[in-house]
């Protein structure tokens, strides 16, 4: 199916103009540890598996995350974002200037810790998870700061990209702004939310809620599940919801292992089944949605196109374990 939807050759054509575009993307960033070990036998202190430490691993995680997928499809990309005074906030600076990532729009802040989420490895299974972070919105100073940057880099901006973790940098004033600043130069503006986030999301060009966020937006309960998405009458009632109540461009509900799916005012819902072979690790997917459905758009795919092709995206990372990107071979591969 998605080959007739989108083509290889055009697929290519799409990633190739997306490298003449420059994205920007605001948000929660975060450092990604990952410890990989092997289990043989059972703690004589407690009954929890002993892990035998073989290595560890750091990657730019959360808004990071999404900056990174994008760079490694070969677009121009800027992070906003604030850090702490600390080890890991430092690594996470030298993380991203590796990765060919503008950085130059992170602020440090001595009174906040960098977000780092520790995950323990053990035969390819995630084991337990530890996070270290700062949850305080930022105040009005802080704000400031992080919109001088942004302002300065917007003008040659093709889309952006704001992404919510409920780690205290996207607050109501910050996003206020951000969709005034750009509606006012007709500049695309994806959101990723997070629902125990209240914020006002009305007017946003793309939102990418998974099925159990898109429900706690719609203040529904999740109650019925149907292999096919289409004839799920409350995610359809969700659906016809959000679009009606935010009124988006673009509402794409991510559904994991039953792909995705595409909805848009006056328009029927449109399923994408996913076109992944195997599931290792769902980490950072989500990511890796929103930044492929933006570069798509910022390089002239119609919303079909560009779901289409972050579906292809998804579908490769969740094949590979830790928060994963995707190259434009492998993405191309896939059709």
């Given at each position: 199916?998605?080959?007739?939807?989108?083509?290889?050759?055009?697929?290519?054509?799409?990633?190739?103009?997306?490298?003449?575009?420059?994205?920007?993307?605001?948000?929660?960033?975060?450092?990604?540890?990952?410890?990989?070990?092997?289990?043989?036998?059972?703690?004589?202190?407690?009954?929890?598996?002993?892990?035998?430490?073989?290595?560890?691993?750091?990657?730019?995680?959360?808004?990071?995350?999404?900056?990174?997928?994008?760079?490694?499809?070969?677009?121009?990309?800027?992070?906003?974002?604030?850090?702490?005074?600390?080890?890991?906030?430092?690594?996470?600076?030298?993380?991203?200037?590796?990765?060919?990532?503008?950085?130059?729009?992170?602020?440090?802040?001595?009174?906040?810790?960098?977000?780092?989420?520790?995950?323990?490895?053990?035969?390819?299974?995630?084991?337990?998870?530890?996070?270290?972070?700062?949850?305080?919105?930022?105040?009005?100073?802080?704000?400031?700061?992080?919109?001088?940057?942004?302002?300065?880099?917007?003008?040659?901006?093709?889309?952006?990209?704001?992404?919510?973790?409920?780690?205290?940098?996207?607050?109501?004033?910050?996003?206020?702004?951000?969709?005034?600043?750009?509606?006012?130069?007709?500049?695309?503006?994806?959101?990723?939310?997070?629902?125990?986030?209240?914020?006002?999301?009305?007017?946003?060009?793309?939102?990418?809620?998974?099925?159990?966020?898109?429900?706690?937006?719609?203040?529904?309960?999740?109650?019925?599940?149907?292999?096919?998405?289409?004839?799920?009458?409350?995610?359809?009632?969700?659906?016809?919801?959000?679009?009606?109540?935010?009124?988006?461009?673009?509402?794409?509900?991510?559904?994991?292992?039953?792909?995705?799916?595409?909805?848009?005012?006056?328009?029927?819902?449109?399923?994408?089944?996913?076109?992944?072979?195997?599931?290792?690790?769902?980490?950072?997917?989500?990511?890796?949605?929103?930044?492929a459905f933006t570069l798509a758009i910022a390089a002239g795919a119609s919303p079909v196109e560009a779901a289409t092709l972050s579906n292809h995206a998804a579908g490769i990372v969740v094949g590979k374990i830790g928060t994963a990107i995707t190259t434009p071979e492998e993405l191309l591969k896939s059709f």
């Amino acid at each position: 199916m998605s080959a007739k939807i989108l083509s290889r050759s055009r697929a290519r054509q799409i990633l190739t103009a997306a490298t003449k575009t420059h994205v920007l993307v605001l948000g929660d960033v975060m450092l990604d540890q990952f410890i990989w070990g092997g289990v043989s036998r059972i703690s004589p202190e407690a009954p929890v598996p002993v892990v035998d430490f073989e290595r560890e691993s750091f990657m730019p995680g959360g808004a990071a995350n999404v900056a990174r997928n994008l760079t490694a499809l070969n677009v121009p990309t800027e992070i906003f974002g604030v850090i702490g005074s600390d080890d890991a906030g430092r690594r996470l600076k030298t993380l991203l200037n590796e990765q060919k990532i503008g950085c130059s729009g992170l602020v440090t802040h001595a009174a906040r810790h960098t977000s780092v989420k520790t995950r323990i490895v053990a035969h390819k299974q995630q084991m337990v998870r530890i996070d270290r972070e700062t949850r305080d919105h930022l105040d009005g100073r802080l704000t400031g700061r992080l919109l001088v940057g942004f302002k300065s880099k917007l003008p040659k901006a093709a889309a952006v990209i704001v992404g919510d973790y409920g780690k205290g940098v996207v607050t109501q004033p910050l996003l206020n702004e951000i969709k005034m600043l750009c509606r006012a130069r007709g500049i695309w503006l994806s959101f990723d939310p997070k629902p125990v986030h209240h914020l006002s999301l009305s007017s946003l060009s793309l939102i990418t809620p998974n099925r159990k966020e898109a429900f706690e937006l719609a203040n529904l309960p999740d109650e019925t599940s149907h292999a096919n998405p289409l004839a799920d009458k409350n995610l359809m009632l969700v659906a016809e919801r959000l679009l009606n109540e935010l009124r988006p461009v673009v509402l794409l509900i991510t559904l994991g292992e039953l792909g995705m799916l595409l909805c848009q005012r006056g328009q029927r819902p449109f399923h994408i089944p996913t076109v992944a072979q195997e599931v290792f690790d769902v980490s950072g997917a989500g990511d890796t949605v929103i930044a492929a459905f933006t570069l798509a758009i910022a390089a002239g795919a119609s919303p079909v196109e560009a779901a289409t092709l972050s579906n292809h995206a998804a579908g490769i990372v969740v094949g590979k374990i830790g928060t994963a990107i995707t190259t434009p071979e492998e993405l191309l591969k896939s059709f």
